[in-house]
T-cell receptor, first 115, second 113 residues
Framework: DADVTQTPRNRITKTGKRIMLECSQT?????MYWYRQDPGLGLRLIYY???????NKGEISDGYSVSRQAQAKFSLSLESAIPNQTALYFC??????????????FGEGSRLTVL | GNSVTQMEGPVTLSEEAFLTINCTYT??????LFWYVQYPGEGLQLLLK?????DKGSNKGFEATYRKETTSFHLEKGSVQVSDSAVYFC????????????FGSGTQLTVLP
């Protein structure tokens, strides 16, 4: 089993619907991240969390919210999905020191299509 | 601000060819530099890294040297294999700033048998 698991792996939805992407990890890492990948743009940080009580906005947080339910779980929500949120979403984790040196561990991604 | 510029792809090579993927960066401090690789259908994984000028990162036959004078971190491999087909991302991180992992746009590599 993967150390960082994302569900669902693929989702097609309609404009205006609420969507939740879930991430769980068995690596025991404190830090968790949500990234968005768009063709030609690389990965952009949406939100990050250094522990259960510490959640921070990233580069592109507008239109998204997150919940850190436990050390191992970090969910991303789109309250009212719009077509330009169609993308591949990645959850990632890092150790406390690993975060500052850039070593992230990624899930396999959740492909979201908003019609 | 901080940014990473990678050569545009896609790159298509024959097996055993020499690979170079160019990466240059702009940073306000002294970054650590990374190459991540994304195999089809998978998440990104760290390929190699270098944390200071003139360091060489290496892994799986790939290597890259941190060149401060040219602000570059080009990825090279002497003889590519079909299994190297993937998307390669150059990235930088400012020391002590976990959230400041900035990625390049990625370069798709396809290796033909």
């Amino acid at each position: 089993d993967a150390d960082v698991t994302q569900t669902p792996r693929n989702r097609i939805t309609k404009t205006g619907k609420r969507i939740m992407l879930e991430c769980s990890q068995t690596k025991g890492h404190d830090r968790m991240y949500w990234y968005r990948q768009d063709p030609g743009l690389g990965l952009r940080l949406i939100y990050y969390s250094f522990d259960v009580k510490d959640i921070n906005k990233g580069e592109i947080s507008d239109g998204y919210s997150v919940s850190r339910q436990a050390q191992a779980k970090f969910s991303l929500s789109l309250e009212s999905a719009i077509p330009n949120q169609t993308a591949l979403y990645f959850c990632a984790t890092s150790e406390r020191t690993g975060g500052s040196t850039g070593e992230l561990f990624f899930g396999e991604g959740s492909r979201l299509t908003v019609l | 601000g901080n940014s990473v510029t990678q050569m545009e792809g896609p790159v298509t090579l024959s097996e055993e060819a020499f690979l170079t993927i160019n990466c240059t960066y702009t940073a306000t401090g002294y970054p650590s530099l990374f190459w991540y690789v994304q195999y089809p259908g998978e998440g990104l994984q760290l390929l190699l890294k270098a944390t200071k000028a003139d360091d060489k990162g290496s892994n799986k036959g790939f290597e890259a040297t941190y060149r401060k004078e040219t602000t570059s971190f080009h990825l090279e491999k002497g003889s590519v294999q079909v299994s190297d087909s993937a998307v390669y991302f150059c990235a930088l991180s400012l020391s002590g700033s976990a959230r400041q992992l900035t990625f390049g746009s990625g370069t798709q590599l396809t290796v033909l048998p």
